[in-house]
């Protein structure tokens, strides 16, 4: 599991008219080719009387599946600039598909290009990106007498607080970087002057936005 990457923040769509043409880019998160290629599908069953549904996608931890299709464009001329765009920014797991409504006015090979690179430049811009971090879930289970000082400390830190659960001890959950951990457990053995127990949880992704 990568420790972090970017990727597209939701599901979306945006519009852009150029020269009468209207282009509609579609974004999604995509983990598998299987479910860019099952968007493409329903994109294109949407839009079935569009002139073109053009498409690509980047997947997996290495980017090692992309494909670009120009679905009867000239050739390069959509489906490459689309990917490009997911490759310049850097996002993983994602698919785009860009409709497109032929206006009556030919754009030529570079003007197209530029639309439809632009097309999913706006829709991303449009959709938002998240950065994923790796975090490992902490455990601290405490006496309640340390409950005050554990949760205001934890707010006011670095650290994100992720739950907290009463029971016959109190205990909370906190996310920390792989890279953090001793840090973080010396930080709350300090705190409670050794009276907590602290055990290591699932690994979650945490996203944030990109701004």
């Known amino acids: 599991m990568l420790p972090q990457y ?6 979306g769509t945006h519009e ?4 009468k043409s209207r282009f509609i880019a579609h974004i999604k998160r995509a983990e598998t080719e ?5 968007f493409i599908q329903e994109i294109k069953k949407e839009h079935w009387n569009a002139t073109h549904n053009c498409s690509a996608y980047m997947i997996g931890e290495n980017d090692q599946i992309q494909k670009a299709n120009d679905d009867g464009e000239p050739s390069g001329t959509a489906g490459v600039p689309m990917l490009e765009v997911l490759k310049k920014r850097k996002l993983k797991d994602t ?8 206006g009556g006015i030919k754009l030529g090979a570079g003007g197209l290009i530029r639309a439809y690179g632009r097309a999913v430049s706006e829709g991303i811009d449009a959709v938002g990106t998240v950065e994923r971090t790796l975090m490992t879930v902490m455990h601290v289970k405490a006496d ?8 205001n400390e934890i707010r006011s830190s670095d ?8 029971s016959e001890l109190v205990e909370i959950e906190v996310y920390v970087k792989k890279d953090k951990m001793n840090e973080f457990q010396e930080w709350i053995t300090e705190l409670t002057n050794g009276q907590s127990d602290m055990s290591e949880g699932e690994q979650l992704y945490m996203e944030t936005d990109v701004k």
């Open 95 to 102: 698919v785009v598909v860009v409709t497109r409504y032929f």
């Open 16 to 19: 852009i008219n150029i020269q």
């Open 159 to 166: 650290y994100q607080l992720k739950d907290i659960h009463y």
């Open 144 to 151: 309640y007498t340390w409950l005050g000082k554990l949760e």
């Open 6 to 11: 970017l990727t597209v923040k939701a599901d």
């Open 34 to 38: 299987e479910e860019a290629q099952a």
